[in-house]
């Protein structure tokens, strides 16, 4: 197990992670998807970045327990609480279906999303829904420790009972606007007190409480669902730069008052995916999918990979000639795999039999190392990927030259490497292998056969014959290579 060092958002310096088990054994909680509209391309960025964190981790010879929640009712800001929106239920009126339609048509859809995106699946994916219980014990004990009140409104927590309020993102009780949403909730005692259960008859979704039928605020979901799977103290939360205040400011807040315990050892909040500048929302109506790249005839690992190409902590801005140049890492990828295809290739096939993590064991130096270490720098993703890009060239050039067991090498490395990137498999899936017929195969071998005994005229008809079945044959150091032509 080696060490990794990652930013912290809240000390805002790169730290040692130190697990909180004692052992090699990291939680880690990711802010899931709010369920009532598709995912966009900047949604997924989180969800990518959380992969690669995860893999890098398991890489390093850690062991991973990882939650995602799923937002499926009560995320809500303190505004759209007071305009009296609840987005979920907006989505039911107008496609004329229930709240949890709609929730679980996107939670498939999301999933749909991650898989095509060659996302390893979470430990467990909660509900908030199905935790409403726990929320509703959490909030009972923080108005026990006197952290909230009741009011005829709802349950708050407030501010000034929690000293460290704003620890994470500087927005300390002395440095938010005391104006703020003043003549909004008259029955709270701060402006910057936040709701824990909204007390309500006629939203769609509503619960029994101690306090009355009603419904859960946007940030007790996630600590209670944290508590319950990962326990009191987490070794990393991750999410997106939005989402640290307030939401997590107030989940500190919360946790910490109830457990009197640090509530997350790291916070990783990654940079927007902007598009023209500006971060995509699905309220705005400028939204791309999945569905909109595969509609352009991009594959989603193109976009996988231009996630890997940039830090998490630096905004991307996208276009389609960014994607266009990641498209082209896929299709250099694609080629390799089928040269490396080939039966006149056994060599490298060992290569992929030999792609474990013991190959990163006991190197001092070399490609596995350096790609190793940039990635337990802070997740310095860009420079990995610079080293994977390199490796391929090197492959190609060695099968070029013929030395082909110093390519088997090498490829057995890029396979250890993609164990983080996380895209031979599935591209090679997207588009599988073509398998050359053994009645071409046995034309080729004739054609070989007639090259050794100078008869060119054979060996010209062969290619012709092998030409008019559709397929092409290049002849290269390492032997002749075929690919299908039609």
Not at 151 to 176: E, H, I, R
Request: net charge negative; with cysteine.
């Amino acid at each position: 197990m080696q060490s990794i060092s990652l930013y912290n958002s809240q000390t805002r310096k790169v730290e040692e992670l130190t697990p909180v088990s004692g052992t090699n054994e990291v939680t880690i909680y990711n802010c899931g998807p709010t369920v009532y509209k598709r995912q966009h391309i900047g949604n997924m960025r989180r969800f990518l970045n959380a992969d690669f964190l995860k893999r890098t981790l398991e890489l390093l010879e850690y062991s991973v327990k990882d939650i995602t929640n799923i937002t499926d009712v009560g995320h809500l800001t303190q505004d759209e609480i007071d305009e009296g929106e609840d987005k979920l239920e907006k989505e039911a009126r107008e496609k004329q279906k229930t709240p949890q339609d709609i929730a679980r048509e996107q939670e498939a859809l999301f999933f749909q999303d991650i898989d095509a995106l060659s996302i390893k699946r979470s430990s467990a994916y909660p509900r908030a829904t199905e935790h409403v219980q726990d929320m509703i014990t959490l909030i009972e004990t923080l108005i026990k420790k006197g952290h909230a009140y009741v009011t005829q409104s709802g349950v708050y927590f407030d501010v000034t009972s929690f000293p460290n309020y704003g620890k994470l993102s500087g927005n300390t009780l002395d440095a938010l606007d005391a104006g703020h949403r003043v003549a909004v909730q008259t029955d709270k005692k701060h402006p910057a007190d936040f709701a824990l259960w909204m007390l309500d008859t006629q939203h769609i979704q509503l619960w029994d409480s101690p306090w009355g039928k009603g419904y859960p605020g946007w940030h007790i979901e996630c600590s209670a669902m944290s508590m319950k799977y990962l326990g009191e103290t987490i070794d990393i939360h991750t999410g997106g730069e939005d989402n640290r205040f307030p939401h997590h400011e107030n989940e500190i807040a919360q946790s910490e008052g109830t457990t009197g315990k640090p509530f997350v050892n790291i916070w990783m909040h990654n940079r927007h995916l902007l598009l023209g500048g500006k971060k995509m929302a699905k309220r705005e109506g400028e939204s791309i999918t999945l569905d909109t790249l595969k509609e352009k005839k991009y594959s989603p690992l193109a976009l996988r990979m231009l996630v890997f190409g940039h830090h998490y902590r630096s905004p991307i801005d996208f276009s389609w000639e960014l994607l266009d140049e990641y498209q082209g890492h896929a299709k250099s990828i694609r080629r390799l795999l089928q040269r490396i295809s080939h039966p006149t290739q056994p060599p490298l096939e060992k290569g992929r039999g030999n792609a474990s993590l013991p190959l990163f064991k006991g190197e001092s130096e070399g490609v596995q190392v350096d790609f190793m270490h940039y990635l337990a720098d802070d997740l310095n993703t860009p420079q990995a990927f610079a080293i994977f890009l390199k490796t391929i060239k090197e492959i190609n050039a060695l099968l070029d030259s013929g030395n082909t067991e110093q390519a088997a090498t090498k490829l057995s490395t890029l396979y250890a490497m993609d164990k983080v990137l996380g895209v031979i498999e599935p591209l090679q899936a997207e588009q599988p292998v073509h398998l050359i017929p053994e009645s071409i195969t046995s034309l080729v071998q004739e054609r070989e056969e007639a090259k050794r005994s100078k008869d060119f005229a054979l060996a010209d008809s062969l290619r012709e014959a092998i030409k008019n079945q559709g397929y092409t044959i290049e002849d290269t150091p390492t032997g002749p290579r075929i690919q299908k032509t039609a």
